[in-house]
């Protein structure tokens, strides 16, 4: 029976890579990055051959792999990562943990010597056994390639199962691949004879993307009369539309307040999502309301929020806890008297009765909220001066509706918890939430970009662009539009925030870190636009309308220390008023 047109025969490796690749196109995956190396010649090969596979060369391993990455949270679909032997897999390892703590599905796939060449001095040769321990949901090393049906059929099988894992895990996994010379497709026999009786359609035909089943499981008797609160921790569904309609379903019948993250897309659809809290930060300081809103039942859906403050006042509540997750690993980081809910939200909403209506606990967190987000809302439009905070907010009311916003880690996801206001706007936020790194921030922001077919938003500051500037890089390969909003403020905020900051020295010198970078420089030498912001109206301009394609640098030069000492005012002043 005919083979797929684009099988590659020449030889045994590449006939290998050809079942693997169309295995992997079979199951649902579209996109791959691949990064240059010898010893992945065959795997680079199918995958650059086949139809429908984009495929991105990235020559850094570590950017590949945040970059793809990025594409995987866009899509919800995992996305191929393919090296070379030796340490260029080891560049993968902050990605792939990324991705198993913030739940994206990744399948790498590392090249390898053959077990001969091992352990031998050989060059470019480490031990890649299980090279990223329990960072992966599965593990398998395929066997030397052989020309055989059954062989070809362990490989369509294994691989299959990998990509399934993958899903079901909502993680990464590794599949290290082996290969004898020669790497390249010369011609080795006649295997196009060997195989011509094969029913290649009959051989691919049982696959195809899995469709996850909801699960289902015994309710918790939610009471009406109690002090519950939703809490919407960080969540990037594959489908935010679908995520907030099913938590505001669960607020409308439950009558709760929904106290929602930044990076919950409850913030973004609040008009199907009664009950919104986006104010918590600052209420919650003021000691006598956080006493007086103390819950007796909690309900947390998606991970827990970013705030400390929340965090703290959860922790202090001792409230019977219940968390709506499918994942099977343990989420609860504040060890509380938790209990676990292993059914989709969708299920969820579909399962519980309707109570009555809001009861007085929410009516009062409603007036605490109307008055802090008054009070921020106030400062923040008096501001005149080009504070960080500021840059958050503005995105927030300003951005095209439905623009795919990635935050970077430390100060600008605090500023987005802070200031970000309740709207239906629908931008889509995305954050490496998972391992709270800085690492591939730029890279990952470029995945959510590429091919997305709109304008991307990265939020930045300027020590977490700097530790990936080789995502720059990606520029000649990039196909989309990605504005990089950079706060600059000559070092890590977010330390300002921290008891060290009152050490100094060495604070400046080890904590801060200052660098001291002209980005219009930096840009100038990756061939990137790059604009320095006047004020806020011209901010308002350039990020108001976005370009159609390319990278462009947006820098809004900003004073560290001025800002914190700003943000503890606003927020003790703020809390102070509430009574």
Not at 97 to 111: R, S
Not at 194 to 223: I, K, Q
Not at 396 to 401: D, K, M, S, T
Request: proline content about 7%; some cysteine; overall charge neutral.
């Amino acid at each position: 029976m005919n083979a797929p047109s684009h099988f590659d025969f020449r030889n045994v490796n590449a006939l290998w890579c050809s079942v693997l690749v169309e295995t992997l196109v079979r199951t649902g995956v579209r996109h791959a990055v691949i990064s240059p190396g010898s010893r992945s010649t065959p795997l680079t090969m199918a995958l650059a051959r086949h139809p429908l596979v984009k495929a991105t060369p990235v020559v850094d391993e570590r950017s590949a792999a945040f970059f793809a990455l990025g594409m995987a949270k866009r899509t919800g679909a995992p996305a191929v990562l393919v090296c070379t032997s030796g340490t260029a897999g080891a560049n993968y390892f902050p990605a792939v943990i990324e991705a198993q703590e913030g739940g994206v599905p990744l399948i790498v796939i590392t090249a390898d010597r053959p077990p001969e060449m091992r352990a031998c001095a050989s060059g470019q040769t480490i031990d890649q056994q299980k090279l990223f321990g329990d960072h992966v949901a599965f593990f398998h090393e395929f066997a030397v390639p052989v020309a055989s049906e059954s062989m070809l059929r362990y490989l369509r099988q294994t691989v299959a199962h990998a990509v399934e894992r993958s899903r079901e895990s909502a993680g990464p996994v590794h599949l290290n691949a082996p290969f004898r010379d020669p790497l390249p497709p010369v011609v080795q026999g006649d295997l196009a004879s060997e195989f011509a009786g094969c029913d290649w359609s009959r051989f691919f035909s049982h696959l195809g993307p899995n469709v996850m089943a909801v699960t289902t499981a015994p309710l918790p008797r939610f009471l009406p009369d109690v002090h519950g609160v939703i809490v919407a921790g960080p969540a990037q569904p594959a489908d935010p539309a679908r995520y907030a309609a099913a938590v505001g379903e669960v607020a409308r019948k439950l009558g709760w307040p929904v106290v929602a993250d930044a990076l919950s897309p409850l913030r973004q659809h609040a008009d199907v999502v009664p009950h919104l809290v986006t104010s918590y930060d600052v209420i919650l300081r003021n000691p006598s309301v956080a006493e007086r809103l103390q819950p007796e039942s909690i309900l947390c859906v998606g991970n827990w929020p970013t705030s400390k403050v929340l965090r703290a006042w959860l922790e202090a509540s001792s409230a019977t806890t219940w968390l709506a997750t499918e994942r099977l690993d343990n989420r609860d980081a504040l060890h509380g008297r938790a209990r676990t809910l292993p059914l989709s939200l969708v299920a969820l909403a579909a399962q519980l009765p309707t109570f009555a209506a809001p009861n007085g606990y929410e009516r009062m967190w409603a007036m605490y909220e109307q008055k802090a987000r008054s009070e921020i809302d106030g400062r923040l439009e008096a501001e005149s001066g080009l504070f960080e905070g500021k840059a958050a907010w503005l995105l927030a009311r300003h951005l095209p509706v439905e623009t795919s916003l990635v935050v970077a880690n430390s100060m600008p996801i605090r500023d987005a918890e802070y200031f970000f206001p309740a709207s239906d706007r629908r931008l889509r936020l995305l954050c490496n939430r998972g391992a709270n790194g800085i690492d591939g921030t730029l890279s990952t922001a470029l995945g959510v970009a590429h091919d997305a077919g709109r304008p991307a938003v990265l939020l930045v500051g300027d020590l977490a662009l700097l530790h990936d500037t080789n995502g720059f890089l990606l520029r000649s390969k990039f196909r989309g539009s990605l504005t990089i909003v950079l706060i600059n403020n000559n070092g890590g905020g977010i330390f300002g925030h921290l008891p060290v900051a009152q050490f100094d020295p060495p604070f400046e010198e080890f904590f801060a870190t200052p660098q001291d970078m002209d980005f219009a420089k930096l840009a100038a030498a990756y061939g990137v636009e790059h604009v320095l912001v006047r004020d806020w109206t011209h901010f308002t301009e350039l990020v108001s309308v976005l370009p159609t394609g390319g990278l462009r640098v947006i820098e809004v030069r900003t004073d560290r220390k001025s800002d914190a000492s700003k943000r503890k005012t606003w927020f003790a002043d703020a809390a102070a008023k509430l009574g």
